[in-house]
């Protein structure tokens, strides 16, 4: 190396790069590789993800439920969903549908009902209609809050992925933050390279 004094300052900072993005490489797909353990006796290595699935699965879970979303959240969207202006809007169409049908089945007799008396059972069997469906909302909002297991749904959704599914999703989200993570592995290791290079430079 005496004879080339530039030769470490062009090797050393490539072999550090190379093994730098190579390992940052490897650390990325032993995020989910591989799937199933593999080696032999106690020399057994399994990806992160795939060995963790469980624990992953609860905290995420836990998360969604304590941060995210609550089945008291859930159920108060189903109260509100069940007693809001667009279902009371259909469900009064639908009424107002149903009495003209009995209407026409009385025939001739339907004209010597008076209008105002039409009018009066339309609207009270809405008011029976509504109240019922506010009812129903009420019940929905206490039962689902007491029943909804959110955390666990979560939980068993996640625990159903197909782990190639999980990866396709992962590698789908961050696939540009994971690049970033092997560019850098290369970045890093050219500059230990060229520390490398400097001392072997003072050292001679």
């Known amino acids: 190396m005496s004879e080339n004094p530039w030769l470490p300052w062009i090797v050393f900072p490539l072999v550090g790069a190379l093994i730098g993005y190579a390992t940052n490489w490897l650390a990325v797909k032993m995020l989910f590789r591989p799937h199933r353990p593999k080696g032999f006796g106690p020399l057994r290595f399994q990806g992160v993800v795939p060995r963790r699935q469980e624990a992953l699965a609860e905290s ?49 007799m339907a004209s010597f009902l008076p209008t105002d008396l039409v009018d009066k059972i339309k609207g009270r069997i809405e008011e029976e209609v509504f109240s019922f469906v506010d009812e129903m909302g009420h019940d929905l909002h206490g039962t689902l809050g007491e029943q909804l297991d959110l955390k666990q749904k979560v939980r068993e959704r996640i625990m159903a992925f197909e782990l190639d599914q999980m990866e396709r999703l992962v590698l789908r989200v961050a696939k540009k933050e994971l690049r970033h993570i092997e560019f850098l592995g290369g970045v890093l290791g050219l500059i230990v390279g060229l520390v490398e290079a400097g001392l072997l430079q003072l050292w001679n």
Request: hydrophobic letters at 45%; glycine letters at 4%; a negative charge.
């Open 60 to 108: 995420i879970a836990e998360t969604v439920q304590d941060e995210l979303i609550s089945a008291e959240d859930v159920a108060a969207l189903v109260q509100t969903i069940a007693t809001s202006d667009a279902v009371r809007h259909k469900l009064k169409g639908r009424i107002d549908a149903l009495i003209s049908e009995q209407l026409q089945s009385l025939g001739p």
